[in-house]
């Protein structure tokens, strides 16, 4: 625990050190739904329900892509080799991991209240669809963050982040749509339990593998 608290620490102070990194991500989140309201205020009454759903997921989407893509891209390869040396690969895929959903949390409430300001709010359930956005960002952060890890072996892992990542987080983004959905036309919460519980799965399942999968990357 104490080498978790430790690389949290350091992850948190890297992004203190570079915060322009995660200006640009809030900047991309306020120019992108700016331009969404600037494309469909003159059909705000065309603008329905689904459609809404369906703009801000693409955004987190995109949003997580981006944030976590520099998760291990950020550090030097001479910063690697001395954290080989004095810490575990399960610290440092755990701590990226915990620390990435916080980071994604903090970036999809921020979007959310934006985009619910701007765009209106026509979430039914707004409990259930902030439970939503806090399974996501667990989930995107999870995944993405073991596909950051892989693409960080290869040149061009920018582009292999991209054909990676999707194939990844499809199955999730559709589960999370399905809830988000029930959120929004304020089903009751009961019929919802199934996707949460599929969710919480999901995201048990991406940790432990990658707390499986990551020594062996870690040593390459």
Known sequence: MQELRTLIGKEITLEWRQRYALNGMLLYIVSTVFVCYLSFKLKANQLTPITWNTLFWIIIL???VNAISKSFTQERAGRLLYYYTIASPQGIILSKIIYNSGLMLVL???????????????????WMYLVTIFLSSIGFASSLTMVAGIASKAENNGALMAILSFPVIIPMLLMVMKLAKNALDGLDRGSSSEEVMILLALDAIVVSLSLILFPYLWRS
């Open 108 to 126: 999809s409430l921020t979007g959310f209240g934006f985009y619910a300001f701007v765009m209106g709010n026509p979430v039914g359930d707004l």
């Open 62 to 64: 995109f949003t997580a």
